[in-house]
């Protein structure tokens, strides 16, 4: 029987690597729900279809055909999948996302995916409103401060430029865009575990999600 779990929370929180490293332990499909905003901004912005421009913006969504295959994202055969993790693109989705016009354009993209098999579902309000019968749902977050950082480590990992103090205040400036809109605003699903990884490793997160899914789903149930 194939099943879907969803992990929620803010921003940097530790989502995707703990979804990434939990479908891998699993063995099923890691969903990134995030990825998919992201393409559907960038591309927005590109055509310079600003939100508040309803018609273009409905006219431009029936046209844009975005495709994940081998978790790569590719909008109207194009990967962006690099081009979309950029603190520009960070800002843009943000922004995109809150219109509604947009998440409806989106919900039957990401409920589809769990035709193809058993997924691990990462993003804002995939518990809530995309699989709200998800198998077992998780919320994790993590401080401001430790959520930045994180982001701050990330980037010079990869060599990028980064300042600690435009990170924190970014990350705080999306966290009360995502909490106050009037779509899908970040909560905690019902009936969602709440997880918060200030104190934990990255290892640690995802052996809690990994048991914790082995117990509710036992592995002769989960072919
Ligand atoms: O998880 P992320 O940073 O890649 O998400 C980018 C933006 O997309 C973020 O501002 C919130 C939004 N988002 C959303 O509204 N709903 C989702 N399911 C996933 C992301």
Excluded at 14 to 34: M, N, Q, V
Excluded at 46 to 54: A, G, L, V, Y
Excluded at 56 to 73: C, F, P, Q, S
């Amino acid at each position: 029987m194939s099943y879907v779990i969803t992990i929620d929370g803010p921003a940097g929180a530790g989502k995707s690597s703990a979804a990434k490293d939990a479908a891998r332990e699993l063995g099923i499909k890691y969903l990134d729900t995030g990825a998919i905003y992201r393409a559907i901004a960038l591309i927005l912005a590109k055509s310079e279809i600003t939100p508040d421009n309803d018609e273009y913006l409905r006219e431009a969504l029936r046209e844009i055909t975005i495709v994940l295959r081998d978790n790569k994202v590719l909008v109207n055969d194009f990967d962006v999948s690099g081009e979309i993790r950029t603190p520009e693109v960070d800002e843009l989705a943000s922004l995109y996302s809150a219109i509604p016009a947009v998440r409806e354009a989106l919900l039957g993209l990401q409920q589809e995916q769990k035709n193809y098999g058993s997924i691990i579902a990462e993003g804002r309000d995939v518990g809530s409103v995309v699989f709200p019968d998800a198998k077992v749902k998780f919320f994790i977050t993590a401080t401001p401060e430790v959520r930045a950082k994180r982001r701050y480590d990330e980037r010079i990992a990869k060599g990028k430029e980064a300042n600690y103090d435009e990170i924190l205040r970014a990350m705080r400036e999306r966290d009360i865009n995502d909490s106050i809109r009037k779509t899908a605003p970040l909560s905690i699903p019902e009936g969602a575990i709440y997880l918060d990884t200030s104190d934990m490793t990255e290892k640690e997160a995802v052996n809690f999600i990994v048991n914790h899914v082995r117990e509710v789903i036992p592995e002769n149930e989960a072919e």
